[in-house]
């Protein structure tokens, strides 16, 4: 199988997500999970690294706070799109972690959802294919860094600051990855079926986002 999910934990892995975890192991799913990850552009990058040297072709982050089923990850399989994601609630703030197409009036989650184009895609729980590394790597003249250390990597997920008309936009590692696929050449897309659980105080998930916690099959997010 070309699919490996790779998890880079700065702390412990939350219960929720370890189950998870066993459950695409037990589906013979290939799971790597990279301890003390507290510089993340770098942790995710050498993961990157390691998971394209061994031959994997399609890359599944996900953090060690967020709990989904097997399901979900044959939802983005199933879409050979270069690069898509889960989309999910920051916590403890009514907002979600992915940043939406400038003009985005309101997303559908839920029963009525399906593919849709976004700007730039949180880490937490996003399928990347092979070709998009590659194409980032030649596109973009990235360079190969610290192979003199022994420890080789792109740094693909490096933060960036992006100018805007409002002014420079620090982008952490997950928007810059986004940033730079974008600028190579894809599109960054989102699943907006997947429920998703984002562990923390209790599992946030998409109406946390919006103005209530109550659960619904599906879900309209209004973008203010």
Partial sequence: MSLVALVPVAGTIEPECEA????????GIKVRVYRGSSAIDQARAM???DALSDGFTELLWV???IAFEPSDVDL???HEEPLVCGIYAKKGVRALTCHLLPGTRELVLGEEGGLTEIMYAAGGFTLVRSSVYSAIKEKLALPTCN???????VPYYQPMV???????WYLAEDFAFSERARQAGFQVKADT?????HIGRYAYQWE???LETKRHPRFRFVVK
């Fill in 147 to 153: 192979a003199q250390f022994g420890a080789p990597f």
């Fill in 63 to 65: 953090d060690s706070d």
């Fill in 162 to 168: 992006k100018e805007t008309d409002a002014g420079p």
């Fill in 193 to 197: 079926r997947i429920r998703l659980k």
């Fill in 208 to 210: 946390d986002a919006g």
């Fill in 20 to 27: 998870s975890l066993q459950k695409l192991r037990a589906k």
């Fill in 47 to 49: 993961m990157a690294h």
């Fill in 76 to 78: 983005l399989l199933l």
